[in-house]
């Protein structure tokens, strides 16, 4: 009976602890984000108060001068919306057929140097954007791309084609060989019984590789930087440097550009996730 | 005449060579052959003389080149450790939440949604010595001093380590969750049955499982760690007095601001290598830990 007793008080112990520990993980996630949505809605003078205000006021002061005129401290910020959907979105769509087929090939046939051509294709990724970006430049410069939302999504593609193969493989080696092959026998050509049969058990791996490359190209800043020169084609990581001056940052319009920037991907992390999770399942164990 | 058929497998990854050939390949077959000439931006007739290695012996001789790579070294070895330590933690505390972990998931994952030089930003800001959160929480605790968190060369370190542990240890407690999710029940319980302590099971059940996850998640992160640079550049630009100076600022710093493309670009192929010893490290330990577990191949 006693010794029952302390089993149960240890029990309690364990789950309280481990209530504590995850709530104090979770806060120091959400904080530091959550501190930069709540001063997009507190006016300036209070963000740079000192000493602090700790009982913030509202105002919009600052999504109203992001959507003003230029004279107003506002930015094209459509035009940079615009700019980051279209490039991400296409990017991810061409990257995701692209690795596709790539990681089809890996999965399914037996050919010399394969895993050489594998590590070979990750080392690309090894490559850092500041060593790219200059000689990318000169030769997007000559072929006449710089600063168009194609030369951006031709580097985003080749960013992000290496890393959805090798996911894509992953899933594609989940699925058993016999499921093609009897499809095959009741009459599909290879091209329809990848689409009828493999393609819907691989769909939430190719949904999880797809997050990974829109949310890498929706963040990119080093190549963007390189690649765009105006309005037309600046992403929004790059318009972001709009609200710094030589010595001042105008922390205010920063912030609610960056809630702007979050929320899509807010919104299709929420969406995709529960596939996240299935997909990695499958790709990272058999890869 | 019949003409031979090229094979299927090479067909299917043509796109993705002709794309990286394209964007990759030429532009480091460029940067390759400048890092052998006094490359300079300003004066674009230099790149047709060549130095041989002039530049690689340059850099192999300054301290400040070595103390960066030093320091990227380490800078890479703590943040990768604890984000491991601390992603594996995250996801054990997650895979015991039985109600509302979908939520916790998304929550979860809300840092890397941030894009790196946003991040950057947001942490400027917010170890801002004057008028950043941190301070002025440690004033209204009573701790009367202004920490000059970015300024101060030890501080700024840690400052830029704790904004790239925060932005990426969801990758790692990602990763881990779902190989937790996949493990097969059975040899616990068979454990639990023999009489193993909680620890003993997890040491030599769990962990083992979670070795390929925790290698992909290494490997992933020792590429993209490169992506460091936006932080860092925003953070302190690694200053104050190169204290914080890691590879690719003090590249950047050579390549744009000193103008000496053809001095940079041998950087970058040094740190490049520093990359490769640490992809085929980690994708060896991989492929090692996937054969103990019977899943090679």
Redesign the interface.
């Known amino acids: 009976m006693d010794r029952n007793l302390s089993h149960r008080n240890r029990k309690r112990i364990l789950k309280a602890l481990h209530f504590t520990a995850l709530f104090l993980t979770m806060a120091i996630i959400c904080i530091p984000g959550l501190w930069i949505v709540l001063n997009s809605f507190r006016p300036t003078v209070e963000i740079m108060a000192k000493p602090p205000v700790w009982t913030p006021s509202f105002t919009l002061e600052h999504y109203r001068a992001m959507f003003g005129g230029a004279g107003e401290g506002g930015v094209p910020v459509f035009s940079y919306f615009r700019n980051s959907l279209i490039v991400s979105v296409t990017s991810t769509l061409i990257a995701i057929l692209i690795g596709m087929s790539g990681g089809y090939a890996f999965a399914r046939y037996r050919f010399r140097g394969k895993s050489g051509y594998f590590v070979g294709l990750m080392l690309f990724r090894a490559v850092p954007g500041v060593a790219l970006s200059l000689p990318l430049f000169i030769v997007f410069a000559r072929m006449g791309i710089i600063d168009t939302h194609f030369g951006l999504i031709l580097a985003y593609v080749a960013m992000n084609v290496p890393f959805t193969i090798w996911l894509t493989d992953g899933f594609f080696r989940q699925i058993p060989k016999e499921l093609h092959e009897a499809a095959e026998i009741d009459g599909c050509t290879r091209w329809q019984a990848f689409w009828r049969v493999e393609f819907p058990v691989a769909k939430s791996g190719v949904a999880s590789a797809a997050i990974f490359a829109f949310l890498t190209s929706w963040n990119e800043f080093a190549l963007a930087s390189q690649l765009t020169r105006s309005v037309g084609s600046k992403t929004m990581p790059v318009g972001l440097l709009d609200f710094t001056a030589e010595f001042t940052i105008n922390w205010g319009g920063m912030c609610a550009l960056a809630v702007l920037m979050i929320v899509p991907a807010l919104i299709l992390t929420f969406l995709v996730q529960k596939h996240l999770i299935a997909g990695l399942t499958f790709g990272g164990v058999k890869g | 005449m019949t003409r031979r058929r090229l094979?299927?497998?090479?067909l299917?990854?043509l796109?993705?060579i002709i794309?990286?050939a394209?964007?990759?390949l030429?532009?480091?077959i460029?940067?390759l052959y400048?890092s052998f000439t006094p490359y300079k931006l300003t004066r674009p007739s230099t790149l047709w003389k060549w130095v041989g290695t002039y530049n690689y012996e340059k850099i192999l001789s300054d301290a400040k080149f070595w103390a960066a790579f030093g320091r990227t070294v380490l800078f890479l070895t703590i943040v990768l450790n604890l984000e491991l330590v601390l992603g594996l933690?995250?996801a054990l505390?997650?895979n015991?939440?039985t109600w509302g972990q979908?939520t916790?998931?998304?929550?979860?994952?809300?840092?890397?949604?941030?894009?790196?030089?946003?991040v950057g930003?947001?942490?400027?800001?917010?170890f801002n010595d004057?008028?950043g959160?941190v301070n002025?929480v440690l004033?209204?605790l009573g701790y009367d001093a202004a920490l000059p968190w970015l300024v101060n060369g030890k501080l700024a370190m840690f400052s830029i380590m704790f904004a790239e542990i925060?932005m990426s240890t969801?990758v790692f407690a990602?990763?881990i969750?779902?190989?937790l999710?996949?493990m097969p029940r059975d040899p616990l319980e068979a454990a639990r049955v023999d009489g193993c302590t909680p620890w003993q099971s997890f040491r030599h059940i769990t962990l083992p499982f979670l070795m390929?996850?925790i290698y992909?998640a290494m490997?992933?992160r020792s590429?993209?760690v490169?992506?460091a640079?936006?932080i860092v550049q925003i953070m302190t630009g690694g200053g104050p007095a190169r204290r914080t100076e890691l590879?690719?600022t003090l590249?950047?710093r050579t390549?744009?601001v000193d103008a000496r493309?053809g001095l940079?670009?041998a950087m970058?192929?040094v740190?490049?290598i520093l990359?490769?010893l640490f992809?085929?490290y980690f994708?060896r330990k991989l492929s090692a830990a996937r054969a103990e577990l019977g899943?090679a191949g």
């Open positions: 094979p299927e497998w090479f299917l990854l796109p993705a794309v990286i394209a964007v990759v030429i532009p480091l460029f940067s400048s933690g995250i505390l997650m015991k939440v979908r916790l998931r998304t929550i979860l994952m809300f840092p890397m949604m941030f894009s790196p030089i946003l930003f947001q942490f400027k800001f917010i004057n008028i959160l002025n004033q209204s925060w969801s990602i990763l969750l779902a190989g999710f996949a390929p996850f992909i490997t992933i590429l993209d490169a992506r640079y936006d590879l690719w590249m950047s390549g744009y493309m940079a670009n970058g192929y740190s490049i990359s490769i992809t085929v994708f899943m």
